[in-house]
């Protein structure tokens, strides 16, 4: 990026805070100067500014014409450590995370608010047993119980000896297998445990401003309350609070009800209030990510004790094995009692917005998961009990449970299809995608996506035990997945053939339009020489940036069709109780081999899809460059908090938007300058967030430049409740100004579509041109670049609406000498944030 361009001579000091996009950005490009220095931060996520400014407080006369300078980088929130590439693995829980943030906005259905985050937390539950049960399918069933117990399959495989059933050792117990394999499994949900614990203290911990009254100064009250403002718009859905914790709000109605009936419509909000995304406690998860951790974990390792039990206590009973039968039927109480907990400590409470909500339920959070740790433990000494004479065979007991997962995912996606339809119906926007189905949608992609993630672990196993046949379809198989797998792995081809007319139309679709264009184009530019070569690569460029705007019918056809192909899959599955290509035997010869044909290329297509995330993962650890493209996609889908899946990737805004609000707050106070915060792409969002958790006072004295956003085209559109048009109309009417820049050839970005109120103009201007002019002229002899969504800043456009912005805000404060108001608070606020470098 260019260095930043000089500001009109008043106003006095003034800082410009630039925040970058996806893909990340180094300071010294930011900032035009390869001599930076890093005023405060560490190396996640820092503010820089060049050599030459960071002492610019200490000499202001040198900055009377022109703002200092600061970058706000935060890439590596998102792409830091090659261990972030282990967060591939993590994509179906983070697309789960976003069904919940899809919600249409509401006013007066609370009820409805709290049965939708309820069904996503539901959903994202069974992503959690899906996973578990595929690392169990494999450990525990393919080869622990299968190939051990074949001798054709042990023999070929050394490293299987010891487990072998015709070897007759110590381990050769089909009980002990199970016990041995279980480690595997329960390795992994403590794995996933970990990182969560890890991600939490890192990310949760971090607690934004909240000690401040409205003019901004230090307020020891409201630091004591947790909270920095109150009476905020709510229309997001809040935790149900405990009236043992809180006998103040001990009321009939969960706080969650009471504080959605009351908020204001967001529509029409009052010019003091905000909507959630400025709530004390929105950027702050803490409390409710422990809990959901502890209900996930005490989940999975149920889910491990139940795959080892099962088969142990079905042979107790058929050997009338009267004292090892009773043992057995005692674990599986004891796991049906705490699936039960565990499902109502997901259910009970969602989240919490109004305050920071600083407490820990050390208890739940502790005993959860220790109590199912020992209940695993128990597990696998009750199967690992001598039981001579018990042998394995054929698949292992416990398989249905693919299916009942199958059939409960669709039911939840149905339930919340039906939640989100009835809240759209209350408050219908055109501009919202699928008609408020979006969440359901991204839902049921996050389903397919755990399905193919485990079922295509499953049959790549499968294969490389079983040897060349597809598996289950050789005569002598040895080793087979369950049949629901393999069902659903045929339906691939089948839902890609289904694709296929819907990526013609838009290929189709997109090359009229961008013929359509090139007069529109010719116009633009008031070119009386019009090179078709030139007016058809620009239109092309407009054309194609416009797909972005077809993204909600594509993935409702790709989310419509899985739900389908998915139900078909359960229903032939069970019907036949065989593969596809041997359930079709008999049948017309064309059937025949289009089902044995789709059985094959699915298990491939299956395997090749988990192969690709692995590789994709070793590769994005080893290479920045690659890792930079994966943290591309976490820059949209983790910037929301973790409400409804814990083993998430983290959500960086919760350490980027406190990060950014300390810094306006603290450099506002200190100085009493104008401030204009400029974001880019995704930084933009960032921005928004940041400016809606400021004092009043602060946010009168800040201005908001945003280009290349996505607010309105991506935020807008599948997250109404959060960035539709009345929380962005309020979020307009809470700061002095904000201009928003676009192009027509951009993808990503495009207006807010806020419009004018009072004496504030409208937010959007005119699309700008992009390449700047049409051909070559003396200014620009050489032909200028299409841009898209990169290099806004190149554009003098740029420079011209920062110096409007500023000529907008009130003129600088007197500045605030040591000691003033704010006190030893202020003091401590501000260091490391007058400009001196801290390393």
Partial sequence: MPPATPAPKSGGAALELLVHGVGGATPQDMLGDPRTVRVTGDATAAVHRRADDAEAEAHPERYAERPVPEAYVWSNLTSGNGARALWLLLLPFMVANLAHWMRPPAKGHPRLVRAYGVLVRLVALTLTVLLTAAACEVALDLTAWQCAGSAVCAEDRSWLGFLSAERGGWWSQPGRRLALAAVIPAALVGLLWYLSNRTWS????????????????????????????????EPGETERESTRAEPENARAEPESIRAEADAPDAENLAPDMRPALGRPGFWFGRRLVARLRAAHTAAGFLTVAAAVTGAAARHDREASGALLDALGRSLQTAYVVLAAVVLWVVCRRGRSEKRLDLRLERALVSWLPCTSLLLLALAVLHAGWSRPGWRSGGTLPGNATFGVLTLAQGGLVVALAAVALLLHRRRHDPRTALHGLGGPAVAMLACALGGVMSGGVAQRVADWLDGPPT??????????????????????????????????????????????????????????DPDPVRTGRIAATRATASLTDAAPALVGTVSGATLLLGAGSVAGAWASGNVPGRAFDGAHPALASAAATAQALGSWMIGFGFLLFVTWGRRAYKDASARRTIGILWDVGTFWPRAAHPFAPPC????????????????????????????????????????????????????????????????????????????????????????????????????????????????????LLDPVVYGRTPEHPLPEPILGHSDYQADPAFAAERSVLLDRLPPALPRQRDGDAGGGANQQADQGSSGRSSG
Avoid at 486 to 494: F, K, L, R, T
Avoid at 498 to 522: F, I, N, S
Avoid at 692 to 705: G, H, I, S
Wanted: proline letters at 10%.
């Fill in 471 to 528: 598996p289950g379809m050789g005569a002598g198989s040895t080793v087979a997945p369950p049949v629901l797998l393999s069902w659903q792995a045929s339906v691939i081809p089948v839902l890609l053939l289904l694709l296929l007319a819907p990526a013609v139309l838009l290929v189709v679709r997109t090359a009229r339009a961008a013929r359509r264009l090139g007069p529109v184009v010719e116009a633009d530019y008031g070119t009386q």
């Fill in 652 to 767: 960086y805004a919760e350490r980027a938007v406190p990060d950014l609000t300390w810094r306006m707050s603290s450099w506002t106070r200190h100085t009493g300058g104008r401030l204009v915060i400029s974001g880019h792409s995704q930084g933009s969002v960032l921005a928004a967030a940041a400016v809606w958790q400021l004092p009043p006072a602060t946010r009168r004295r800040v201005a908001l430049l945003t280009y290349g956003s996505p607010l309105e085209r991506l935020y807008g559109r599948w997250f109404p409740a959060y960035f539709g048009p009345g929380p962005l109309r309020a979020l307009y009417g809470t700061i002095h100004c904000w201009s928003n820049l676009y192009r027509a050839t951009d993808p990503i970005g495009g207006p807010v579509r806020v419009p004018a109120s009072g004496e504030k103009p409208a937010v959007d201007g005119a699309a």
């Fill in 202 to 233: 890192a990310y949760e911990a971090q607690r934004p401003p909240t000690g401040y009254d409205e003019d901004g100064f230090a307020d020891p009250a409201a630091e004591a309350r947790g909270e920095a403002e109150t009476g905020w718009a």
